[in-house]
């Protein structure tokens, strides 16, 4: 049968997560399929941390819904940046944690400033290379310094897993699952999700490589 959308690696072919299934982990971490413009999955509500990397424009989410095989609804980022703010208000975080390009960082630092007291920015990299920089806006309830300065996305993701009491971490935007990968190093808790199932398989594939051992609920 010929596979539609973009297959990344192919791990869709082993994990062939479906709309409704949760796959789950033991201690209680979650993944499943969702469109935050339609709905946040209800176990996301658990999560006391959110780290996320959200499309940096317009253009981009449009790419990303291309490659999910789904009609992007929003008309504007502004109207996207509207519903990831709706989605923290949901969740209630203790902290937030949100990566943003030179294209998104004033609507990214707005938002966090408008949801926590405390916000603090650090420069960072991505994709290992001086070249490419990003920042990882940062709120919390008091001020806190997660020495993350300087860092590539990366490596910082899996210091905020290990360094960070959190009990659970969410990611909505969880694609190929860094996330998921630095929170399971760490042993903690995460709750994924993503319109792209495709893109969920790279992450479930890359946790049991880790020996995560998946069962499937509907
Ligand atoms: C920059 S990528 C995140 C990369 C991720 N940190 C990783 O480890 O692969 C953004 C992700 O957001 C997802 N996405 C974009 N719009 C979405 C929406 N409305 N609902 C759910 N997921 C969405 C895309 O499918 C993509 O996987």
């Given at each position: ?48 941390c959110?780290f ?43 902290r937030?944690f ?38 990882i806006?940062q ?5 806190e310094d997660w020495k993350l300065?300087?860092m590539d996305e990366w490596e910082a993701v899996f210091k905020i897993c290990e360094d960070v009491p959190f009990k659970a971490i ?8 860094l996330v998921a990968e630095a929170a399971f190093n760490a042993g903690k808790v995460f ?19 880790r ?8």
């Open positions: 049968m010929k596979q539609k959308g973009l297959r990344y690696d192919g791990s869709i072919d082993k994990y062939p997560i479906t709309e409704g299934e949760v796959y789950c982990l033991d201690n209680g971490s979650r993944i499943t399929i969702a469109d935050i413009t339609l709905e946040l999955p209800e176990f996301s509500e658990k999560a006391d959110v996320i990397d959200p499309a940096g424009n317009k253009g981009v989410l449009k790419a990303y819904y291309t490659k999910a095989e789904k009609e992007c609804p929003v008309q504007s980022f502004d109207e996207f940046v509207t519903h990831i703010k709706k989605c923290i208000e949901q969740i209630k975080p203790d937030l949100v990566e943003c390009f030179a294209r998104n960082k004033t609507q990214i630092i707005k938002m966090v400033e408008s949801l926590f007291p405390c916000v603090k920015i650090y420069n960072n990299t991505y994709y290992h290379s001086p070249k490419n920089a990003c920042w806006v709120g919390t309830k008091q001020p300065e300087g969410t990611d909505f935007f969880l694609g190929q699952g709750y994924g999700s993503d319109m792209n199932r495709n893109r969920l398989a790279v992450a479930i594939n890359r946790i049991a490589k020996g995560g051992d998946w069962t499937i609920n509907k």
